[in-house]
């Protein structure tokens, strides 16, 4: 049974150093989310509001639920990579093409599992699809969380 390609272009220190990373993020998106469903669950405890009262707290469960589903896909990515780690020799490698995915990449994305030219690709369907919904604006909405 012949594998995937190995990895040759990450040494042991920058492997480790990404799934660190990894990690690091789980527990972190993970704890945020925790965090964020008991905040929701104080909210609901309220009586004798008025109607714009509940009309604010809509809007604000409904930006936090839309933000919520956006940590949970990250998540999910994160989890995906873990697996990909713990599981495969691919992870460092592009799913599209299996070209190497440089270390500085990984380093700023360590969820990357494109190669910067399939990535590109990708985004240009994605932006016919979707209008531009990118997903370097999505790496900006999880640093701003980083740093709150
Ligand atoms: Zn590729």
């Given at each position: 049974?012949?594998?995937?390609?190995?990895?040759?272009?990450?040494?042991?220190?920058?492997?480790?150093?990404?799934?660190?990373?990894?990690?690091?993020?789980?527990?972190?998106?993970?704890?945020k989310?925790a965090t964020d469903?008991t905040h929701?669950?104080?909210?609901?405890?309220?009586?004798?509001?008025?109607?714009?009262?509940?009309?604010?707290?809509?809007?604000?469960?409904?930006?936090?639920?839309?933000?919520?589903?956006?940590?949970?896909?990250?998540?999910?990515?994160?989890?995906?990579?873990?697996?990909?780690?713990?599981?495969?020799?691919?992870?460092?490698?592009?799913?599209?093409?299996?070209?190497?995915?440089?270390?500085?990449?990984?380093?700023?994305?360590?969820?990357?599992?494109?190669?910067?030219?399939?990535?590109?690709?990708?985004?240009?369907?994605?932006?016919?699809?979707?209008?531009?919904?990118?997903?370097?604006?999505?790496?900006?909405?999880?640093?701003?969380?980083?740093?709150?």
């Amino acid at each position: 049974m012949s594998k995937s390609k190995k990895i040759t272009h990450l040494n042991k220190k920058q492997y480790k150093f990404l799934e660190d990373k990894v990690l690091a993020e789980i527990e972190r998106i993970e704890n945020k989310l925790a965090t964020d469903k008991t905040h929701l669950e104080l909210n609901k405890d309220s009586s004798g509001r008025d109607e714009v009262d509940s009309a604010n707290d809509d809007i604000l469960k409904h930006t936090e639920l839309r933000f919520q589903t956006r940590e949970t896909l990250y998540l999910k990515k994160l989890k995906k990579t873990r697996r990909l780690m713990l599981e495969t020799d691919e992870y460092g490698l592009c799913q599209d093409c299996g070209s190497e995915i440089g270390f500085q990449r990984l380093q700023a994305r360590p969820t990357s599992d494109m190669c910067i030219a399939c990535k590109e690709e990708s985004e240009r369907d994605e932006f016919q699809n979707f209008h531009g919904r990118k997903s370097k604006s999505l790496g900006q909405q999880i640093n701003l969380v980083g740093r709150a």
